[in-house]
Structures are given as structure tokens and as C-alpha cells.
């Protein structure tokens, strides 16, 4: 087998193994920013509660 083969079958194996790595974690990445998202949302309403809250309550 000549070298420039056996470039291409080490080339084909590593992106075979890779390919899945990179996209878990790819996956994992969009999931951490949907949690950072949700957790955004949910801080704002409850600032936005207090806030509500505050302003109802007199003498605060």
C-alpha cells in the first residue's frame, strides 16, 4: 500500500470516530445555552414580580 493511501484511511478513520464527537458536542453546547436562556427568563420574571410586589407594598 503506498503512503498516500494510507493518508486517506487514517484521514476516512479519524473523521469516522471524530464526526460523533463533534457533534455531541455541538449538542451539548445548544443545550448549555438553553438552560443559560431559560434561567434569564425565569430571573427576569421573578425581578419583574418583586418589582411588582414592591410597588404594591406601601411604606417600602
Same mark, same amino acid.
Given at each position: %500500500?503506498?503512503? +498516500?493511501?494510507?493518508? &486517506?484511511? &487514517?484521514? +476516512?478513520?479519524?473523521?469516522? /470516530?471524530?464526526?460523533? /464527537?463533534?457533534? !455531541? !458536542? +455541538?449538542?451539548?453546547?445548544?443545550?448549555?445555552?438553553? /438552560?443559560? %436562556?431559560? @434561567?434569564? &427568563? $425565569?430571573? =427576569?420574571?421573578?425581578? @419583574?414580580? /418583586?418589582?411588582? *410586589? =414592591? $410597588? @404594591? *407594598?406601601?411604606?417600602?
Amino acid at each position: %500500500m503506498d503512503v +498516500g493511501a494510507e493518508l &486517506i484511511a &487514517i484521514t +476516512g478513520v479519524a473523521g469516522a /470516530l471524530g464526526g460523533p /464527537l463533534l457533534t !455531541r !458536542r +455541538g449538542a451539548d453546547r445548544a443545550k448549555n445555552r438553553e /438552560l443559560e %436562556m431559560d @434561567r434569564a &427568563i $425565569q430571573e =427576569a420574571h421573578e425581578n @419583574r414580580e /418583586l418589582r411588582r *410586589t =414592591a $410597588q @404594591r *407594598t406601601p411604606g417600602l
